[in-house]
């Protein structure tokens, strides 16, 4: 089975500022690899996908994430965030071959000016 | 951009009623899928749904939930005797072509509330 664990449930962070939000799985088999984001009442929006290849991808709206195999790792990142990245992000995970995507629990990303 | 479609917005059910939650997805695309929000929680894969059968449901998608496709357009989640439980944000999700490897667009979701 595949698990994934948000460390962060809450990251405020100012404007301008870089931002890490640490994600990490588990799984036994080949997964693939996505972080979503939801803004307030609405659904979930896919920033970026890993699926093999490059370790560094990169996303809308200036987000990367590095896949780390070693350390079960994926990151998000962004250099400078804006007031209007405020949003709740999640890292998910999908076993290859399977239909069930299964979510972190989410980090709530919030922008202060 | 193609986008997917829920309706309503939001639904108010007593306890014990059958509720049904529809989707449009995008045109082209082949699976479709539920999920489940409940309030503070993880969200939750329910079914996914591909030429006109489940291909896989979690342990959550008991006899009480059904799922359709009436016609070309639309996919529907059944809720049969509805629990208080039920309460949660409930999202529609659809992806073209295999779907191990296509990242699955959501819709914005209907909160389904139970009395």
């Known amino acids: 089975a595949q698990s994934v664990t948000q460390l962060d449930s809450q990251v405020p962070v100012f404007e301008e500022a870089p931002v890490e939000l640490r994600c990490n799985y588990s799984?036994?088999?080949?997964?693939?690899l996505f972080w979503y984001v939801q803004y307030p009442n609405q659904g979930l929006q896919l920033l970026l996908k890993y699926l093999s290849g490059s370790t560094l991808v990169k996303g809308i709206n200036g987000f990367e994430a590095e896949f780390n195999k070693s350390q079960t790792s994926f990151h998000l990142r962004k250099p400078s965030v804006h007031i209007s990245d405020t949003a709740e992000y999640f890292c998910a995970v999908r076993r290859s071959g399977g239909f069930k995507t299964i979510f972190g629990a989410g980090t709530r990303l919030f922008v202060k000016a | 951009e193609p986008e997917v479609t829920q309706t309503p917005s939001h639904q108010v059910t007593q306890m014990g009623q059958e509720v049904i939650l529809r989707c449009v997805p995008i045109s082209n695309h082949l699976y479709f899928y539920w999920y489940r929000q409940i309030l503070g929680q993880k969200v939750e894969f329910l079914v996914s749904f591909y030429n006109n059968e489940i291909s896989e449901k979690s342990e959550i998608f008991d006899d009480q939930f059904s799922v359709e496709r009436p016609d070309g357009s639309n996919f529907t989640l059944k809720i049969r005797s509805t629990k208080l439980e039920d309460s949660a944000m409930y999202f529609c999700?659809?992806?073209?072509?295999?779907?191990?490897?296509?990242?699955?667009?959501f819709g914005d979701g209907t909160r389904l509330s139970i009395l």
């Open positions: 799984s036994s088999v080949s997964v693939y």
């Open positions: 999700a659809s992806s073209v072509g295999d779907s191990s490897n296509q990242p699955q667009h």
